[in-house]
């Protein structure tokens, strides 16, 4: 059964740095897109950044040039750097998979999240 695993989240102050990582799991890792997702509390859960099969990346604006998604396949990790944390980076943030090439329109399964939240 495929099912990420993230962490790596907790509480830092604006300006501050941190790095969340998600555990992948699947018989072949590099055979699926990474991608992080964030839902901040009564709003919709949003795109952050996703590295492809091939290790291409994509960001959101919002976070672009502040963050950086990678990849290990050989331990079935994919990572996300994060620096210059704003309070409006807080959120829930999730790791999800797919067997999608390129930036998949869809991802199809999700880990439980992990809450950031960036203190003023």
């Known amino acids: 059964q495929v099912q990420p695993v993230e962490s790596g989240g907790g509480l830092v102050q604006a300006g501050g740095s941190l790095r969340l990582s998600c555990a992948a799991s699947?018989?072949?890792?590099?055979?699926?897109?990474l991608g992080w997702f964030r839902q901040a509390p009564g709003k919709d859960r949003e795109f952050v950044a996703a590295?492809?099969?091939?290790?291409?990346?994509y960001y959101a604006d919002s976070v672009k040039g502040r963050s950086t998604i990678s990849r290990d396949n050989a331990k079935n990790m994919v990572y996300l750097q994060m620096s210059s944390l704003k309070p409006e980076d807080t959120a829930v943030y999730y790791c999800?998979?797919?067997?999608?090439?390129?930036?998949?329109?869809?991802?199809?399964?999700w880990g439980q999240g992990t809450q950031v939240t960036v203190s003023s």
């Open positions: 999800a998979q797919s067997p999608a090439y390129g930036l998949p329109k869809v991802f199809d399964y």
């Open positions: 699947g018989r072949t890792f590099s055979s699926y897109a």
């Open positions: 590295i492809s099969r091939s290790g291409s990346t």
